[in-house]
Nanobody
């Protein structure tokens, strides 16, 4: 079993910054893609940013130039640096990871979510 634990959410004023962290633990042989999604009430969860094992990245258009995703493979951790935050960035942010177990099976996992609130 694998657990993803997020931290770093909170309340910030528009224009401010936050850094989210997500650490994976458990039966991990390696981690392929890691990323961040967000969800607001009554809307579908959407991809914010993702980073592959080769460090290639993918961003939602709405966050390009403001958010940066990175990972530390030694710590099985993914980060999301969020700058120039806007009220419309307010959401619950979820970490996701595609994990390769010791049986070489691939499975996706989600974190529990962390609230990010940006006040105007």
């Amino acid at each position: 079993q694998v657990q993803l634990v997020e931290s770093g959410g909170g309340l910030v004023q528009a224009g401010g910054s936050l850094r989210l962290s997500c650490a994976a633990s458990g039966s991990i042989f390696s981690i392929n893609a890691m990323g961040w999604y967000r969800q607001v009430p009554e809307k579908q969860r959407e991809l914010v940013a993702a980073i592959a094992s080769d460090e290639s990245t993918n961003y939602a258009d709405s966050v390009k130039g403001r958010f940066t995703v990175s990972r530390d493979n030694a710590k099985n951790t993914v980060y999301l640096q969020m700058n120039s935050l806007k009220p419309e960035d307010t959401a619950v942010y979820y970490c996701a990871a595609e994990v390769l177990g010791y049986g070489l099976e691939s499975e996706g996992y989600w974190g529990q979510g962390t609230q990010v609130t940006v006040s105007s």
